[in-house]
């Protein structure tokens, strides 16, 4: 059987790796040079099944209204995004109920799980590098109300297969030392152990080149301009003049696949949420920076990644908007600068770089088939990506060579959404 793959993010490059494993016949196309070269190329670098939440968490669309007209809020909705989220902006507050958070949380955490063990496995079996550490990560908190209720929902995750300890901020000294100078800050933190990090690019690379010994074709610069429809089946994948078929498509477009399947009448709701991350290069830090840190109340991650410190947090609601705003990039610098004061960042030894992560309405992503008969999604991954990817891949690859998937495929169905927004196809040939 032939597949065929749009995009060499994440989660192209994961679904190719475990389809053509399975015996497929791959082909990937991407319109950039090479894999990982947008959402997956500068994220925050951690593995993280300890941070499952949706973003749609009870009175957040509260907090993303109170951003209309503030520049530094973490979360920020701009009045130009507004149009594009009118019916996604009322599935994202309906998905914010106590009881849709947590199910969609568990959702997330199942899959986050799964996926480190398909990592680990995938470490072991082919030896790919890419900057990894498993030193689990480090959650700091400076209001001890705050602290209590993350330790209370910690604890009913526990039994979905959290693993966590409560730290004091000595304990968190102790742990990471770099963060002396801001322990009287805190009121106290979580460790959470199974928390990996690594390069999510390097990682794209790596599986590229894995994937391609193993038979796959990957043909970059070739943007998709189409997706030919006959009676309810995908016949082509077009890229200007050039036609491509196969029995199987797969969209793994990440924030662009909503665009890609607009055309076709197929209404997939994800929408871009732009993020910002610095790296810092050759950062003079004594003791060195070791355990990759959440802090709370800034909404950021600081991680040590490969010699290097990266910052990364904010999530803007702007569109498809890929421009890189000086007081954002301030915003993070005064972010990490409080987090790790002994490091005297400049801002001249940081690269900026922004990214669009593709947001489902729910908070999880998007996988398995579509009312177009040969048609399938991984996508829809939000601020989750990295942390899901090897899991999505293999479950996407379980799914359509028939193998009984490890994690209940349902949750992840595009076939989940009810009422209008629900994947709905209008039946059009495209
Ligand atoms: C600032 C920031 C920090 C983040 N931090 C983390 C983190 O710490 N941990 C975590 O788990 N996740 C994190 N994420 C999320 C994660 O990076 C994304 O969820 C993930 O990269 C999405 O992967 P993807 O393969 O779906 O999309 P992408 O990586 O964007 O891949 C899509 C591919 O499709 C191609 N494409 C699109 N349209 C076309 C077309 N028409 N024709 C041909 N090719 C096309 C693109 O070129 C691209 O290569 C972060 C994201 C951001 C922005």
């Avoid at 995938?122 to 990560?137: F, Q």
């Avoid at 009287?184 to 599986?207: R, S, T």
């Avoid at 003079?284 to 290097?308: M, N, W």
């Avoid at 690859?397 to 998937?405: M, Q, V």
Wanted: hydrophobic content about 40%; overall charge positive; glycine content about 12%.
């Amino acid at each position: 059987m032939k597949a065929l793959i749009i995009g060499s993010g994440l989660m192209g490059v994961t679904s190719a790796y475990f389809l053509s494993r399975g015996g497929w016949e791959v082909t990937v196309l991407d319109r950039q040079d090479g894999p990982g070269q947008e959402t997956s190329f500068a994220n925050g670098s951690l593995l993280t099944p300890s941070m499952p939440e949706p973003w749609n968490a009870p009175g957040s669309w509260r907090v993303l209204l109170k951003s209309l007209g503030r520049s530094d809020s973490p979360l920020k909705l701009r009045l130009k995004a507004l149009p594009q989220l009118s019916g996604w902006g009322a599935g994202f507050v309906r998905n914010s109920s106590p009881s849709r958070f947590a199910l969609n949380t568990v959702r997330n955490l199942r899959l986050a799980l799964y996926s480190m063990e398909v990592l680990g496995n995938l470490r072991r079996e082919t030896g790919i590098e890419y900057g990894g550490a498993s030193r689990g990560s480090l959650r700091l908190i400076r209001d001890p109300q705050t602290l209590e209720r993350a330790l209370e929902w910690a604890q009913r995750l526990r039994a979905e297969g959290l693993i966590f300890r409560r730290l004091t901020p000595d304990e968190i000294v102790a742990r990471e030392p770099v963060l002396a100078p801001i322990g009287g800050q805190l009121a106290g933190g979580i460790y959470y152990p199974v928390d990996e990090i690594g390069n999510a690019c390097k990682f794209c690379v790596g599986l590229t080149e894995l994937a391609r010994r193993g038979g796959v074709e990957f043909r970059f610069r070739t943007p998709v301009t189409g997706i030919e429809v006959r009676q309810g089946s995908v016949t082509a994948v077009l890229s200007g003049d050039s036609r491509f078929t196969a029995d199987r498509y797969v969209v793994a477009a990440g924030s662009y696949s909503p665009l890609l399947l607009k055309r076709l009448g197929l209404d997939v709701p994800v929408r871009p949420a732009k993020g910002y991350s610095l790296t810092f290069e050759s950062p003079r830090l004594d003791p060195p920076f070791r355990l990759p840190v959440c802090d709370d109340d800034f909404h950021a991650v600081v991680v040590p990644l490969e010699g290097a410190i990266r910052v990364a947090g904010t999530a803007e609601f702007t569109g498809y908007d890929l421009s890189l705003p000086q007081a954002r990039i301030r915003n993070l610098l005064r972010l990490v600068r409080q987090v790790l004061p002994s490091a005297g960042l400049e801002r001249g030894q940081a690269t900026p770089w922004c990214g669009l992560r593709p947001m489902s309405v729910d908070g999880v992503p998007i996988i398995g088939p579509t009312p177009i008969g040969n048609l399938w999604l991984n996508t829809g991954h939000g601020h989750l990506g990295w942390t899901l990817a090897a899991g999505s891949g293999k479950l996407l690859s379980d799914l359509l060579t028939g193998d009984s998937p490890r994690v209940d495929p349902d949750a992840y169905a595009l076939a989940r959404f009810a009422g209008p927004l629900a994947g709905r196809w209008t039946g059009r040939d495209g």
